[in-house]
Every structure is written in C-alpha cells, then in structure tokens.
C-alpha cells in the first residue's frame, strides 16, 4: 500500500500537515459518531482536561527539540502543587507567595537535572529518571504523604475560574502556547535549542555555550512542570503528592504527535498543542460514545505510531 | 608580514605545542608560522594531529602546553573558544561543516550571530527579513548556487552545503582562514571553485591553511606545505622547492 502524502515543504511550516489532518479527520468522525460532542461547552471541556498535560507538552517540546529527554515533568508537577499546598494552607502564607515557592522548588529541581546533565555530563534519561524518584519522593515527604486541602481561593481561581464564559486553565494554556511558540521560532534561545538537538557540534563552535543553555532549558522544563502542578491542584482543591503519576509519557507523546522530532533539531509549539488536543479528543469522544477507558490507551497509542509513521514515509523520499 | 606594534610579527605563532586526550599524545611540541596573505597545506597521515591542531587555534580545545600568539598577542587559554576567535579573526571550516541539517541556509550562515530587532520595543526578536537579505548577499558574493536561503542544509548537495560553510566564515570578516578538508567531498568543478577562493582570501591578504588529503589541490594553491606525522612537525618546506613524492615520503615516514 503507497500512501501518498504531499511533498515536505522546503520552508519548515510552523505545524505539520499531518497532525492537523488528523486532528481534522477526528474532529469529524467524532461529531458523526459522539452524540452531543459538536457544542462550544464540550469544546471547552476538551481544552480545560488538556490543559494540564499540554502545559507539560510545552515544556517537553523545548527539552526534545534540544535532543533532551525530561522524565522528571510528573514528579515535578507534584513539587509544584505540594509547595502550594505546604505553604499557602499549612503555613498560612499569602497565595502569591504560595504560587512563587512553587514555581521556584520546579525551577531549582529542573536547574539540578540541567547541571547533572550539562555539567556532569550524565546522560539527560539517567538524571531525569533519577529525579522522577527523588521528586516523587520529596513531595510525599513535603506533604507528610497525604493530599492538602483548602487551597486559597486566589489559587483555586486559576483551575476553577472563569473568564469570559472561558475556563481560567485555557486562557493560561492557549496563551502560554502563543508565548512560547513566539519564543521557540524568533528568538536566539529558541534557535539554540533547535540547533544544539540539531547537531551539538555546530552550536559549540560557532560560540554558543551549549551548558548554560541546556540549564537554562532544564530550569524551564522545571518551572513549567511546577505550574502544570499548580493548575491540577487548584483544579481539584487539593494539592496532592500521588499527582501527575506517568504524566510524562502522556506529554512526551502529545509532543510527538505534534510533529516535535524525538532525536531533536525540530519543535513546534502549535503542533504540541494539536497534539495535545488530538490526545483529549479522542479521550472525550470515546467517553461520549461510552467505549471503555482500556480502548482509549489502545487508541492513543496507535494515534502515536501513526504520526510518526506518516513522518518518516514523507521523511524517506527524495527532496 | 603584518605591523605590529613597532615591528613586524607573523600572524599566527605556534610554539611548542602538546596536547593529549587520555593517553593518547596527540601533539608533541609543534611550532608552526603563518605570514599574513600566504597559504600553508598542513598535510599529515590519519591521526597525525591535523585537526587537533586547528582545533586549538579556532577555539574548540585548550593545549596542555605551549603557547599560540595571533597577530602579535597570545591567545588566552583556557579562556580561548570559539567565540572569541571568531572575534578576533579566526575563521575555521570543520572537516564536517558544523552545519546543523535541520535548519535553513539563513540560520546556519548567521549562527551564534544572529541579527536582533526589537518586537514592539521590548524583546529582542531574530530579525529574519535581515538575516534572509544578507545570507543571500553573502550566498551571491561567494557565487554559490543555493536555490534559497530557506531551504534545510541537510536537503543540499555536498557542494552547497560546503558553500553555506564558508559564507559563514567569510560572515566574521576573518584575517586568518582555516579549512579541514574542503575539497574532500566536492565534484571537480566545485573543487575548482574552492581553489579559486582560496587564492582570492590570499590576494586580500588573509592568511590561510588548508587541511587535506588531495596533493594536487594542496600545491596548485599552497605557498608552504607543513607536514605533521605523530604530532610533530617532519617537514616545513616552500611549495615551490619541493614535489608529490617527497612530500608523501615525509607523511608515511619514509624520510
């Protein structure tokens, strides 16, 4: 069988073809198939439950596109929401600074695996697996091991509110995206990222300093695990220790499905995302068509395969 | 010659150069001079030291010993990288590019030197219109034949690509010029035309060496031929005084 896919353009687009075809083609199966799935609010729902994950996915598709690995977002993600917890419920403190403990214990833990990683040189899977322990670990021990309740309310509005008939999560997600996809195609950090998952060699004589970058990345990965964590909590009013388990995965495989190259030198933010939402779509439309949670894995696993699939068959011919 | 301050100094210096990675004495006390406007091939076996050397001088390693003067000042290791030469006026073409394949001709030529603007005043953005509009100024200076500035190096010929790594060193306006291997993966017109900027960099007075493997290429430019074998120098002899033979004697040791 020859699949017949329109030539790569030589201009690199900012989101592949192939991901937005499939986001499309399921899109319209589902609104046949999933009875009540065409209305705004469940279009909402969709965004607001991909929320957390495409949060992560932004993070995992800068350390990707730099040839990275970040096993950690999970266990940091907890961090985040447990810090909250810990310091805006148990210690009484405002919520602002509640929200900026957290956010700095994902930075500091990201800015740890950054210097293990391009310091020490230990390969990014060994010192990211390591720090899905030790975070783990840390945030059981920071919460005493059980859920925190009682979030402040400024903190609660960032999972739960609203603005403009839109959950507060999308605005943050949507926005984020629009940031960070600025940042990855105009900037010189966003181009060094590229180039140094492209070939590390090119980025280090033509003088750019490969270590501090790759910190600097890590430290973002932290930071945005953390407010992944803050936003899950707040979503649930509860900043639990057990939260975001195998979350990684989920966003290493939206960011894929986006059309991010796994070995690095290609990333696109808006392709995460449509990643991300082909991953809540086909989540929300099995659900409306009350199929089993077990086939949803099978189907996102197989979604996958299929896009790195239809990438490589593109990749394969002639320029 | 080039002025110094007061009197006349060479514009590169090597003295006494060492250099090991483990075990292994890559360089062994090599000295080598460089006249400003002249061409030196650096020839050598496999594993002679060849690009270790180079490498050292463009700012990618640090010696364990000895010292490397440019242009009448001492480099400063270890604080020496690549950065810093380029600023100063090295220019090196790696023996495999140093392109990054995924990006477009533009970035590549402007790597690590990128062109800002200020989006809405604030943040400093890549300004891409002007980074596109001088890689193709750069592109049609050389007399390269790259359909555009936008296309992935990795889906150009060897010949372009090899182009879009000598407009990135003609980019920094070097004074001294140093190419591993440049002709080694080139078509004989494209060969030709490597050899022709050779010898127009030493008409405006930069300073070149050349790393290769193809006699004929080496003394059809060279004024000077330099051969390494085991991380010493064996051989420092006018192009014009020697031949082929003699030259391959001294790089399998024969002499």
Known sequence: MRIQLPYRTPHTPAVRLESFLVLLGLSLAMAVLAPGFLSINNFLNILLATAVIGVLAIAATFV????????????????????????????GLPWWVALAGGLAAGVLLGGVNGYLIARAGIPAFIVTLGMLSVGRGLSLLIADG???????????????????EVPVPVWILLSLTLVFHLILTRTRFGRYTLVIGDNEMAARVTGIDVAAHKIRLYMLSGGLAALAGVLFAARVNAADPTAGISYELSAITATVIGGTNLFGGRGTVVGTLIGALIMGILQNGLNLMAIPAFYQQVAIGSVLVLAVWLDRIRDRRPA | MIQGRGWDVSLLEIRNLTKRFGAVEVLRGVNLTLEAGSVVGLLGDNG??????????????????????????PLAYPQHNPREARRLGIAMIYQDLALARQQDVASNIFLGQEPLCRWLGLWPVIDQARMQREAEQVIERLGARIPSVRHPVGQLSGGQQQSVAIARALTSSPK??????????????EVEHVLELIRELKRQGIGVILISHRLPDVFAVCDRIVVLRQGVVVADLPAAQTNMSEVVGYIVGAH
């Open chain 2, 176 to 189: 001294l010029f140093i190419m591993d291997e440049p002709t080694a993966a080139l078509a004989v017109r």
């Open chain 2, 48 to 73: 002679a030291g060849k690009s270790t050397l180079m490498k050292i001088v463009s700012g990618v390693y640090s010696p364990d010993g000895g010292e490397v003067w440019f242009a009448g000042k």
């Open chain 1, 146 to 164: 059980k859920p925190i309740y009682g979030l402040p309310p400024a903190i609660t509005f960032l999972g739960q509110g609203r603005f403009l």
């Open chain 1, 64 to 91: 990707l596109s730099s040839a990275g690995l970040d096993l950690s977002l999970g266990s940091l993600l907890a961090v985040g929401g447990v810090v909250v917890g810990v310091l805006g419920v148990n210690l």
